[in-house]
C-alpha cells in the first residue's frame, strides 16, 4: 500500500511563490514511478500540472505553468516537490499528489493512470 500526502499551500498574493510537498510511504518506491501533481478549481474538473519519473528524469507540464512551475524528487526523503513561481489568480485550486505505480517508466498527465491520490492542500492566490 502507498499513502502520499500533501503539504505546503496557503494564502500568497499574484505574482508571489509557494513550494509544496509530497511525502510518499508504505513501500519502497521503484524508479519506475511516476509522481503527478493536479489541481481542482472549485466547479472545474481535476487537470494535470506536472509529473516527473520517481527516478528524476522525464518530467512534463501543463502549458499553463510550464516556465513557472518545477517539479523535482528528492528519493532520500521519499518526497516530490512542486516549487510555483510567479502565481496567478488562476492557480487557485486544490493541488493533489498523485502516484502511478502501474506504468512503468513512462509519465502520464491522465488522471486515470494515478493509483494513489492524497487529501489534497489548498492554494489560494489572491490580488
Known amino acids: 500500500q502507498v499513502q502520499v500526502v500533501e503539504s505546503g499551500g496557503g494564502l500568497v498574493q499574484a505574482g508571489g511563490s509557494l513550494r509544496l510537498s509530497c511525502a510518499a510511504s508504505?513501500?519502497?518506491?521503484?524508479?519506475?514511478?511516476?509522481m503527478g501533481w493536479f489541481r481542482q478549481a472549485p466547479g472545474k474538473e481535476r487537470e494535470f500540472v506536472a509529473a516527473?519519473?520517481?527516478?528524476?528524469?522525464?518530467?512534463i507540464y501543463a502549458n499553463s505553468v510550464k516556465g513557472r512551475f518545477t517539479i523535482s524528487v528528492d528519493t532520500a526523503k521519499n518526497s516530490v516537490y512542486l516549487q510555483m513561481n510567479s502565481l496567478k489568480l488562476e492557480d487557485t485550486a486544490v493541488y493533489y499528489c498523485?502516484?502511478?505505480?502501474?506504468?512503468?517508466?513512462?509519465?502520464?498527465?491522465?488522471?486515470?493512470?494515478?493509483?494513489?491520490w492524497g487529501p489534497g492542500t489548498q492554494v489560494t492566490v489572491s490580488s
Open positions: 508504505g513501500r519502497i518506491f521503484s524508479s519506475t514511478y511516476g
Open positions: 498523485a502516484a502511478d505505480t502501474r506504468s512503468y517508466g513512462s509519465v502520464n498527465t491522465d488522471t486515470y493512470t494515478y493509483n494513489y
Open positions: 516527473i519519473r520517481w527516478s528524476g528524469g522525464s518530467t
